[in-house]
């Protein structure tokens, strides 16, 4: 069974940088579309940024030129790095990874890392 941690969340300055971390384990993560949803609060999740098994990325318009997406097949790990980050961008984010069985998808998400940009 796939299993998902993030890391790298902290607290930064208004156009600062954070990298996040995705880091599967049970199995490869090269099987699944890969994508990073955020929610703040009082609002619903969003999809920030998602890559997908051919590898193309594609990114909420929010984020498109600021933030990007890659993956490591050695390490098992698909990372988001966040550059010129704003207030707006505070939320939990979470990985999620998403296979299909025929037409069933399977959605695997990790426990989520705070996000948190001071003005």
């Known amino acids: 069974q796939l299993q998902l941690v993030e890391s790298g969340g902290g607290l930064v300055q208004s156009g600062g940088s954070l990298r996040l971390s995705c880091a599967a384990s049970g199995s490869n993560l090269d099987r699944y579309a890969v994508a990073w949803f955020r929610q703040a609060p009082g609002k619903e999740r969003e999809l920030v940024a998602i890559?997908?098994?051919?590898?193309?990325?594609n990114y909420a318009d929010s984020v498109k030129g600021r933030f990007t997406l890659s993956g490591d097949n050695v390490d098992n790990a698909v990372y988001l790095q966040m550059n010129s980050l704003k207030p707006e961008d505070t939320a939990v984010y979470y990985c999620?990874?998403?296979?299909?069985?025929?037409?069933?998808?399977?959605?695997?998400w990790g426990q989520g890392t705070q996000v948190t940009v001071s003005s």
């Open positions: 890559i997908t098994r051919g590898g193309n990325t």
């Open positions: 999620n990874a998403r296979a299909y069985i025929g037409t069933t998808p399977y959605d695997y």
